[in-house]
């Protein structure tokens, strides 16, 4: 039901931001004017919410199919903190992004960054299959990459607060 909400939600936001993005001023005379990415976007995630859409619908229909034709409930012997980061993995998520952004100016970007794919990278992966040396060389390399991309590529320069 929660992916059903979640594909919902996102396309009539995807249809929104279509349908705002016709209100954006072009100041110049180009072919392609300012409204073409965020058109492009929305039209993305418009499609991307449909699939997400059918398929919770076809995993919701499979999982009544199941319920109804399967033996009683048994503990399956995970540890209390394992079921309550599987149920509250998403508000979790919600938490770690406002303590990245709060850390962001202070920490920078290379350490914050990391910090938060690792942290996030962990969140998400389930207790049995925490590969702890394929998140932690992510966690580093993406951020890293990253940094020099925009910085020596592109010249935009990030925030380094404590390793300035």
């Known amino acids: 039901m929660k992916d059903i909400l979640s594909a919902s939600g996102l396309m009539i936001l995807a249809a929104y931001v279509y349908v705002a993005s016709n209100e954006i001023v072009s100041k110049t005379n180009m072919d392609i004017g300012p409204d073409f990415m965020p058109k492009v976007a929305a039209i993305l995630i418009f499609c991307l919410s449909a699939i997400m859409l059918v398929g919770a619908i076809r995993t919701q229909k499979t999982a009544r199919q199941d319920e109804s034709s399967a033996a009683p409930a048994v503990e399956d012997g995970r540890s209390k903190l394992a079921r309550f980061l599987d149920n509250y993995s998403d508000w979790l998520s919600i938490v770690i992004i406002i303590l990245y952004g709060l850390a962001f100016s202070s920490l920078g970007f290379v350490l914050s960054t990391s910090l938060y794919i690792f942290v996030q990278g962990l969140l998400l992966s389930r ?27 592109m010249h935009v320069f990030l925030p380094a607060g404590i390793l300035e």
């Open 127 to 153: 207790s049995g299959q925490r590969r702890l040396v394929a998140i932690a060389v992510t966690a580093v390399a993406v951020p890293l990459i990253s940094n020099f991309v925009f910085v020596h590529l």
